[in-house]
Nanobody
Framework: QVQLVESGGGSVQAGGSLILSCVAS????????MGWFRQAPGKEREAVAAISNGRGPTYYTDSVKGRFTISRDNAKNTLYLQMNSLKPDDTGMYYCAAGNFRTTLDFLQFARSPSRYKYWGQGTQVTVSS
């Protein structure tokens, strides 16, 4: 079992920044890959960014490239999402997720798929006003 607890959400004006954190506990072998997803009211949950355990590749959805940075500190069991130049379209509930992929290619192909992540946090709300 893996437990994930997010924090760092809040309300900011467009152009502002936030740092989300996700503290993980439990089975480390089940969280080699971790990601951030978001869901706006009335919309499907979408992948924002994902990262492997080691020095493997990262994934970013096109709309956040150049603005968001995903990172992890394995010593602290913590996943981060640095969000800069926030836009109103970034508003939503942000979820931390953990899972495993068979290979790096598998990760690159399916990192954006919520069904590939077994463990989820409760979410932290991000609201960006114009």
């Amino acid at each position: 079992q893996v437990q994930l607890v997010e924090s760092g959400g809040g309300s900011v004006q467009a152009g502002g920044s936030l740092i989300l954190s996700c503290v993980a506990s439990g089975d480390t072998s089940s969280r080699n890959y971790m990601g951030w997803f978001r869901q706006a009211p009335g919309k499907e949950r979408e992948a924002v960014a994902a990262i492997s355990n080691g020095r493997g590749p990262t994934y970013y959805t096109d709309s956040v490239k150049g603005r968001f940075t995903i990172s992890r500190d394995n010593a602290k069991n913590t996943l981060y999402l640095q969000m800069n130049s926030l836009k109103p379209d970034d508003t939503g509930m942000y979820y931390c997720a953990a899972g495993n992929f068979r290979t790096t290619l598998d990760f690159l192909q399916f990192a954006r798929s919520p069904s590939r992540y077994k463990y989820w946090g409760q979410g932290t709300q991000v609201t960006v006003s114009s």
